[in-house]
């Protein structure tokens, strides 16, 4: 292409152009220019230029229209160092493989049938939090819900054998989280010794993580028999008796590990933040939280959610839309542009990053009237009539859409109505809630709450 259409966009000051803004607050800034350039903009970021692309029927000529003329970004190595080749960062026909056996998994229809230990496990060990009821000891809920959903995840991904490591791995994890580089640490210097450290402490919890997720593998044979897990539907049709098992898992190691780390990483921690969220949104909304607990109490009542029940959750599922939509806890993605074309009529040069950003879309004020307030009745079935689907994206879109989506509503909705069947949870006094954009989008200060028992 040798006309050039770029969009327009903020160029920034100096040899650093943006940078600085996009690392002090990078949703904000971003939501700033989609208001200032439009549907697509063209964003100095000092060493390089990037897209943002708002604009819904946009992000669908990126998503489905063009799809095959992006791939995934994969810039951050620490994500592919801790994930590796799985259905997340995987490209091609290993990724098509990998989707496609995958899928059957993932519908409502055989996710629905494991609700019942879901259930039971979630409920004990929300049970836990009775002492602190009891002893008026407040919840600090991000921590919790990501024990939660880790637990969750690892015995869905894993099976059995994540029950006696989870403790393990949620400690390994943490210190993975902690020393994970902040956006600020990205272009800076490994000779900067804080950043020396964050590196090796973050290698060292990856080898214990490998070393944790290698010896389940090593004892699977020994426990498959009555596995839930994803982990025996990786194994290949014949594939089942001890011996063929063992052999299985010896060969292909590396690849089993990338499968399941990506399906628990992608699954635990997006939920885990997003619980926090609707949970924060349903204490600070009086009205909100009282029709979630006429809501369970109707259609629920004392016993155990049971796929069923849970689908008759109407109002509580627009509560966790509109709380993703508000706060989606993956604020954005982005695709690299494999070769020239052009979005929007703008050229696209080869190699671009087009940054697309839930937290801007769903903030648009010609697809969202009042953009910033917290409305559930948007989800109303008349209200969605005419509302593009490319301008709600908690979940992205296209072929490389979540495929867990059902799996974190219908966990949402659960984790809701069993907090709703037992407790009130009301943020703490002078806690401080702001939103901060990590890998997800977490509370910054995370979200400690008092916990109180319902009167029976
Ligand atoms: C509220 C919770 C969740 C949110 C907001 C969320 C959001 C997303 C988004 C935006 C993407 C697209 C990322 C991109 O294109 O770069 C994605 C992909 C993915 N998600 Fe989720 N997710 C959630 C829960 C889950 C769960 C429970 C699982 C279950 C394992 C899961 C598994 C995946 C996988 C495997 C991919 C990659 C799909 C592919 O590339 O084919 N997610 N998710």
Same mark, same amino acid.
Request: aromatic letters at 10%; hydrophobic letters at 35%.
């Given at each position: 292409m040798s006309n050039h259409n770029f969009p327009p966009g903020p160029e920034g000051q100096g040899k650093l152009g943006c940078l600085p803004e996009m690392r002090a607050n990078p949703m904000e800034f971003l939501e700033q220019v989609a208001l200032k350039y439009g549907g697509? @903009?063209?964003v100095n970021m000092g060493a390089y230029y990037s897209y943002l692309v708002s604009e819904p029927k946009l992000i669908k000529e990126v998503l489905v229209d063009n799809y095959d003329k992006y791939k995934k970004n994969t810039r951050y190595k620490q994500v592919r160092m801790v994930i590796g080749e799985g259905m997340?960062?995987?490209?091609?026909?290993?990724w098509k493989n990998q989707r496609s056996h995958a899928q059957p998994k993932f519908t409502a229809k055989s996710l629905d049938k494991q609700v019942d230990w879901i259930t039971a496990l979630a409920a004990d060990f929300l049970d836990t939090w009775d002492s602190n009821a009891k002893e008026n000891k407040p919840v600090e809920l991000e921590y919790q819900f990501n024990l939660l959903?880790?637990?969750l995840a690892g015995v869905w991904v894993m099976g059995e054998g994540f029950k006696p490591r989870a403790q393990t791995v949620f400690s390994?994890?943490?210190?993975?989280?902690?020393?994970?580089?902040?956006?600020?640490?990205l272009r800076s210097t490994l000779?900067?010794?804080?950043?020396?450290k964050k590196e090796i402490n973050f290698r060292k919890a990856l080898a214990n993580l490998n070393k944790c997720v290698y010896s389940l593998l090593d004892d699977y044979s020994n426990t498959y028999e009555n596995d839930i897990g994803f982990l025996k539907h990786l194994l290949p049709e014949g594939v089942n008796d001890k011996s063929a098992i063992k052999k299985y898992i010896k060969n292909n190691r590396r690849s089993l590990r990338d499968q399941l780390l990506t399906l628990f990483v992608t699954a635990f921690e997006t939920t885990a933040t997003s619980l926090c969220w609707s949970l924060y949104v349903i204490d600070k909304y009086s009205e909100v939280k009282q029709s979630?607990?006429?809501?369970?109490n109707q259609v629920i009542g004392l016993q155990a959610p049971t796929a069923e029940l849970l689908n008759k959750l109407d109002y509580t599922e627009k509560v966790i839309k509109e709380s993703l939509?508000?706060?989606?806890s993956v604020h954005s993605f982005s695709r690299v542009a494999l070769l020239d074309h052009e979005i929007g009529g703008y050229q696209v040069p080869k190699e671009m990053t087009v940054i697309i950003s839930s937290y801007v879309t769903h903030r648009l004020p010609e697809y969202w009237?009042?953009?910033?307030?917290?409305?559930?009745?948007?989800?109303?079935?008349?209200?969605?009539?005419?509302?593009?689907?490319?301008?709600?994206?908690?979940? @992205? @879109?296209?072929?490389?859409?979540?495929i867990g989506s059902y799996m974190a509503l219908m966990q949402s909705k659960l984790v809701v109505a069993l907090i709703a069947q037992r407790y009130n949870l009301t943020l703490c006094d002078g806690h401080k809630v702001e939103k901060h954009a990590a890998t997800t989008m977490r509370p910054k200060y995370g979200m400690k709450m008092n916990v109180q028992h319902l009167a029976a």
């Open positions: 697509i @903009a063209r997340l960062l995987s490209e091609g026909d290993v959903t880790q637990l390994i994890y943490n210190q993975i989280r902690m020393n994970w580089p902040e956006m600020t640490d000779l900067q010794p804080k950043n020396l979630i607990h006429d809501e369970v939509r508000l706060y989606s009237d009042d953009p910033h307030t917290f409305d559930p009745s948007r989800f109303d079935k008349q209200r969605t009539v005419g509302r593009s689907r490319f301008a709600y994206i908690p979940f @992205a @879109a296209g072929h490389r859409n979540c």
